[in-house]
């Protein structure tokens, strides 16, 4: 149970969704507030769709290219920490998508605003980690519910917070986020260190 639940929170804030709220309603802004919750649900959608592929292919995918789990560990500590330094000192970021589409389709918001490399990483390595797959597919669900949770209010979350509460709030998922990429990065020394 300890396992899970410290899953499902390592996934949620790997995700970042106030973090990404600022990223979502630029990239739905031209799209029509009536179509924009069935954007969201069919993205998010796809990027659940993505990280359980990620976690029943995981392991084939370390095989199949010989990487070991404490390789995986050490890399994808850098990616997150990385990602998480740019949310502690980076500011806000411009979305890359194309302005002659009203809605986005898997790329921004899919990939890799939610399926980015970190969560993938992370992802894989949960997987790498945990016996039974189905207790880390229950937290992959569980924290894709809680990141559709808050994109889904992005809108009213933004007015609520506005700009300050946001910034505030993803600087500390960041320095979270930090720590948690130094921890898999020695975590993953250690694995080496003890072969």
Known sequence: MDAFISSVITLALVMDGFGNIPLFIAALKKVAPERRKAVLVRELGIALLIMVAFLFLGKWFLKAFGIQEYSLSIAGGIILFIISVKLV??????????????????VPLAIPLVAGPAALSMVMITAAQQSNKFITLGAVIVASLINSAILMASF????????????AIERLTGMILIL??????????SKFMSL
């Open 89 to 106: 000192f980076g500011g806000e970021e411009e979305t890359k998508s194309d302005p002659k589409e009203d809605e986005p389709f898997v």
């Open 156 to 167: 009213p979350i933004s007015n609520l917070l506005g700009k300050r509460g946001l910034t």
């Open 180 to 189: 948690m990429s130094v921890d898999m990065v020695m975590g993953g020394i």
